[in-house]
Protein backbone atom coordinates (compact mmCIF):
# COMPACT_ATOMS: atom_id res chain seq x y z
CA UNK A 1 0.00 0.00 0.00
CA UNK A 2 1.26 3.68 -0.82
CA UNK A 3 1.74 5.70 2.25
CA UNK A 4 -0.71 8.73 2.37
CA UNK A 5 0.37 11.92 0.96
CA UNK A 6 2.29 14.51 2.85
CA UNK A 7 0.10 17.25 1.78
CA UNK A 8 -3.54 17.17 0.68
CA UNK A 9 -2.91 18.50 -3.19
CA UNK A 10 -0.40 19.63 -5.93
CA UNK A 11 2.43 17.17 -4.74
CA UNK A 12 6.04 17.34 -6.22
CA UNK A 13 4.94 15.96 -9.66
CA UNK A 14 1.55 18.08 -9.44
CA UNK A 15 3.47 21.29 -8.99
CA UNK A 16 5.75 20.90 -11.35
CA UNK A 17 3.74 20.38 -14.11
CA UNK A 18 0.84 22.96 -12.99
CA UNK A 19 4.24 25.12 -12.76
CA UNK A 20 5.62 23.89 -16.28
CA UNK A 21 2.77 23.64 -18.12
CA UNK A 22 -0.34 25.67 -16.74
CA UNK A 23 1.68 28.59 -15.64
CA UNK A 24 0.79 30.72 -18.98
CA UNK A 25 -2.78 31.42 -17.08
CA UNK A 26 -1.49 33.74 -14.76
CA UNK A 27 0.82 35.01 -17.02
CA UNK A 28 -1.70 35.65 -19.35
CA UNK A 29 -3.67 37.75 -16.54
CA UNK A 30 -1.12 39.65 -14.77
CA UNK A 31 -1.38 42.54 -17.14
CA UNK A 32 -4.81 42.82 -16.44
CA UNK A 33 -4.93 42.69 -12.98
CA UNK A 34 -1.97 45.02 -12.59
CA UNK A 35 -4.39 47.63 -14.66
CA UNK A 36 -7.00 46.57 -12.40
CA UNK A 37 -5.09 47.67 -9.02
CA UNK A 38 -3.87 50.76 -10.98
CA UNK A 39 -7.01 52.07 -11.70
CA UNK A 40 -8.40 51.46 -7.72
CA UNK A 41 -5.42 54.19 -7.33
CA UNK A 42 -3.25 51.04 -5.68
CA UNK A 43 0.12 51.70 -7.04
CA UNK A 44 1.88 50.32 -4.49
CA UNK A 45 1.74 48.62 -0.68
CA UNK A 46 1.75 44.99 0.17
CA UNK A 47 -0.71 42.73 -1.59
CA UNK A 48 -1.55 39.26 -0.29
CA UNK A 49 -1.73 36.63 -2.30
CA UNK A 50 -4.25 33.83 -1.54
CA UNK A 51 -3.21 30.15 -2.92
CA UNK A 52 -0.09 32.04 -4.35
CA UNK A 53 0.95 28.79 -5.92
CA UNK A 54 3.94 28.68 -8.11
CA UNK A 55 4.64 32.04 -7.18
CA UNK A 56 4.03 33.89 -11.10
CA UNK A 57 1.63 36.53 -9.60
CA UNK A 58 3.87 37.16 -7.11
CA UNK A 59 7.03 37.67 -9.18
CA UNK A 60 5.00 40.31 -11.51
CA UNK A 61 3.75 41.96 -8.28
CA UNK A 62 7.44 42.16 -6.81
CA UNK A 63 8.74 43.09 -10.65
CA UNK A 64 5.54 46.00 -10.27
CA UNK A 65 6.98 47.64 -7.17
CA UNK A 66 4.60 45.89 -4.80
CA UNK A 67 5.08 43.96 -1.79
CA UNK A 68 3.76 40.59 -1.60
CA UNK A 69 2.45 38.35 1.08
CA UNK A 70 1.60 34.75 -0.42
CA UNK A 71 -0.34 31.91 1.47
CA UNK A 72 -0.33 28.48 -0.01
CA UNK A 73 -1.43 25.00 1.38
CA UNK A 74 1.52 23.22 -0.76
CA UNK A 75 5.22 23.44 0.28
CA UNK A 76 5.67 22.02 -3.17
CA UNK A 77 4.34 24.94 -5.03
CA UNK A 78 5.48 27.00 -2.87
CA UNK A 79 9.27 25.75 -2.73
CA UNK A 80 9.06 26.67 -6.57
CA UNK A 81 7.61 30.06 -6.02
CA UNK A 82 10.53 31.16 -3.46
CA UNK A 83 12.82 30.26 -6.35
CA UNK A 84 10.60 32.52 -8.43
CA UNK A 85 9.86 35.15 -5.95
CA UNK A 86 12.43 35.59 -3.42
CA UNK A 87 11.68 39.06 -2.38
CA UNK A 88 8.09 37.81 -1.97
CA UNK A 89 7.28 36.69 2.48
CA UNK A 90 5.77 33.34 0.88
CA UNK A 91 3.73 31.21 4.12
CA UNK A 92 2.45 28.24 4.32
CA UNK A 93 -0.51 27.19 5.51
CA UNK A 94 -4.46 27.04 5.23
CA UNK A 95 -6.29 30.75 3.68
CA UNK A 96 -9.01 29.87 6.37
CA UNK A 97 -7.21 29.91 9.54
CA UNK A 98 -3.64 32.10 8.69
CA UNK A 99 -3.37 35.42 10.27
CA UNK A 100 -3.79 37.83 7.50
CA UNK A 101 -1.60 40.59 7.11
CA UNK A 102 -2.66 44.18 6.93
CA UNK A 103 -2.69 44.95 3.02
CA UNK A 104 -3.91 47.55 -0.08
CA UNK A 105 -5.19 44.46 -2.14
CA UNK A 106 -6.21 40.84 -1.52
CA UNK A 107 -6.23 38.33 -4.55
CA UNK A 108 -7.36 35.13 -5.00
CA UNK A 109 -6.85 33.58 -8.41
CA UNK A 110 -7.24 30.20 -10.33
CA UNK A 111 -10.58 29.01 -8.39
CA UNK A 112 -8.82 29.19 -5.04
CA UNK A 113 -11.70 30.05 -2.83
CA UNK A 114 -13.39 26.59 -4.28
CA UNK A 115 -11.02 23.82 -3.39
CA UNK A 116 -11.75 21.59 -0.78
CA UNK A 117 -8.45 20.46 0.53
CA UNK A 118 -9.38 22.71 4.00
CA UNK A 119 -12.01 20.12 5.38
CA UNK A 120 -13.81 23.67 6.65
CA UNK A 121 -14.12 24.78 2.78
CA UNK A 122 -17.42 26.35 1.71
CA UNK A 123 -19.79 28.94 2.18
CA UNK A 124 -19.32 29.39 5.48
CA UNK A 125 -15.62 29.15 5.46
CA UNK A 126 -16.05 31.77 2.28
CA UNK A 127 -18.08 33.90 4.42
CA UNK A 128 -15.51 34.29 7.04
CA UNK A 129 -12.74 34.78 5.35
CA UNK A 130 -14.66 37.35 3.43
CA UNK A 131 -14.67 39.10 6.69
CA UNK A 132 -11.51 38.87 7.68
CA UNK A 133 -10.09 39.88 4.33
CA UNK A 134 -12.42 42.92 4.30
CA UNK A 135 -10.70 43.69 8.05
CA UNK A 136 -7.07 43.65 7.21
CA UNK A 137 -7.27 45.59 3.63
CA UNK A 138 -7.08 49.64 3.95
CA UNK A 139 -9.88 51.87 3.42
CA UNK A 140 -10.40 52.00 -0.55
CA UNK A 141 -8.65 48.33 -0.71
CA UNK A 142 -9.60 46.15 -3.77
CA UNK A 143 -10.16 42.42 -3.52
CA UNK A 144 -10.03 40.52 -6.65
CA UNK A 145 -10.86 36.51 -7.01
CA UNK A 146 -12.34 33.87 -9.20
CA UNK A 147 -14.62 31.20 -8.31
CA UNK A 148 -16.36 27.66 -9.66
CA UNK A 149 -19.95 27.91 -10.32
CA UNK A 150 -22.63 25.74 -11.51
CA UNK A 151 -21.92 24.14 -14.74
CA UNK A 152 -18.42 23.92 -14.79
CA UNK A 153 -18.08 20.69 -16.40
CA UNK A 154 -20.55 19.53 -19.06
CA UNK A 155 -22.92 17.00 -17.86
CA UNK A 156 -21.18 13.92 -18.66
CA UNK A 157 -17.92 14.82 -17.59
CA UNK A 158 -14.48 15.80 -19.21
CA UNK A 159 -11.70 13.97 -20.08
CA UNK A 160 -8.65 15.68 -21.21
CA UNK A 161 -4.39 15.01 -21.85
CA UNK A 162 -1.58 17.33 -21.77
CA UNK A 163 2.32 16.45 -21.88
CA UNK A 164 5.67 18.42 -21.93
CA UNK A 165 9.45 17.41 -22.28
CA UNK A 166 9.34 15.14 -18.91
CA UNK A 167 5.48 14.55 -18.02
CA UNK A 168 2.20 13.48 -18.73
CA UNK A 169 -1.12 14.51 -17.44
CA UNK A 170 -4.58 12.71 -17.39
CA UNK A 171 -7.84 14.34 -15.78
CA UNK A 172 -10.99 13.10 -15.76
CA UNK A 173 -13.76 16.25 -14.24
CA UNK A 174 -17.26 15.62 -13.42
CA UNK A 175 -19.91 17.55 -11.50
CA UNK A 176 -22.25 16.41 -9.37
CA UNK A 177 -25.72 17.34 -8.95
CA UNK A 178 -25.32 18.70 -5.72
CA UNK A 179 -22.36 21.16 -7.71
CA UNK A 180 -19.50 19.21 -6.29
CA UNK A 181 -16.48 19.01 -9.03
CA UNK A 182 -14.11 15.92 -8.91
CA UNK A 183 -10.95 16.17 -11.50
CA UNK A 184 -8.87 12.72 -11.03
CA UNK A 185 -5.40 13.76 -11.84
CA UNK A 186 -2.68 11.13 -13.22
CA UNK A 187 0.37 11.67 -14.13
CA UNK A 188 3.52 10.76 -15.15
CA UNK A 189 6.87 12.57 -15.00
CA UNK A 190 10.50 12.11 -15.65
CA UNK A 191 13.51 13.38 -13.60
CA UNK A 192 17.14 13.74 -15.57
CA UNK A 193 16.96 10.26 -17.65
CA UNK A 194 15.26 8.16 -14.89
CA UNK A 195 11.92 6.09 -15.30
CA UNK A 196 9.34 7.58 -15.42
CA UNK A 197 7.16 7.61 -12.05
CA UNK A 198 3.68 8.10 -11.66
CA UNK A 199 1.17 10.01 -9.24
CA UNK A 200 -2.37 10.30 -8.87
CA UNK A 201 -4.67 12.92 -6.84
CA UNK A 202 -8.12 13.92 -6.69
CA UNK A 203 -8.96 18.17 -6.13
CA UNK A 204 -12.68 18.73 -4.81
CA UNK A 205 -13.75 21.82 -5.01
CA UNK A 206 -17.08 23.18 -4.31
CA UNK A 207 -19.70 25.57 -6.19
CA UNK A 208 -21.00 28.72 -5.46
CA UNK A 209 -23.68 30.69 -6.77
CA UNK A 210 -22.58 34.44 -8.47
CA UNK A 211 -25.82 35.79 -7.05
CA UNK A 212 -24.86 34.22 -3.33
CA UNK A 213 -21.47 35.87 -3.96
CA UNK A 214 -22.80 39.17 -3.81
CA UNK A 215 -24.85 39.04 -1.04
CA UNK A 216 -22.27 37.32 0.87
CA UNK A 217 -19.39 40.02 -0.54
CA UNK A 218 -22.01 42.78 1.07
CA UNK A 219 -22.74 41.03 4.29
CA UNK A 220 -19.03 41.18 5.04
CA UNK A 221 -19.23 45.05 4.23
CA UNK A 222 -17.50 45.47 0.65
CA UNK A 223 -18.91 48.43 -1.24
CA UNK A 224 -18.75 48.47 -5.43
CA UNK A 225 -19.10 44.42 -5.95
CA UNK A 226 -19.04 43.58 -9.83
CA UNK A 227 -19.13 40.47 -11.16
CA UNK A 228 -15.76 40.28 -14.20
CA UNK A 229 -15.73 38.65 -17.36
CA UNK A 230 -12.34 38.25 -17.49
CA UNK A 231 -9.39 40.07 -16.02
CA UNK A 232 -8.54 41.65 -18.21
CA UNK A 233 -8.20 42.00 -22.36
CA UNK A 234 -7.25 38.74 -24.27
CA UNK A 235 -8.84 36.89 -20.79
CA UNK A 236 -12.29 35.64 -20.47
CA UNK A 237 -13.84 33.32 -17.89
CA UNK A 238 -15.77 30.24 -19.44
CA UNK A 239 -18.99 29.06 -18.50
CA UNK A 240 -19.26 28.21 -15.03
CA UNK A 241 -16.01 30.02 -14.07
CA UNK A 242 -17.34 33.52 -12.38
CA UNK A 243 -14.34 36.39 -11.18
CA UNK A 244 -15.83 39.25 -8.69
CA UNK A 245 -14.03 43.01 -7.58
CA UNK A 246 -15.20 44.29 -4.59
CA UNK A 247 -13.59 47.14 -2.13
CA UNK A 248 -13.36 48.33 1.12
CA UNK A 249 -15.63 51.64 1.72
CA UNK A 250 -13.01 54.53 2.28
Do not use: N
Not at 3 to 24: L, S, T
Amino acid sequence: MLPPPEQPGYGRDVAHIHDAGFGDFARAIAPGLLRRLHAAGIGEGVVLDLGCGSGIWAAELIDAGYGVVGIDLSEDLLAIARERAPAADLRHGSIYDMELPACVAVTALGEIMSYRFDAQAGRAAARGLLRRVRDVLRPGGLLLFDIVAPGREPPDGRRTFAEGDDWVLTLEAAQSPDGVLTRRITTFRREDGALWRRSDEEHVLWTWEPADVHIDLADAGFTETRTLRGYGPGHKFPHGWAGFSARRPV
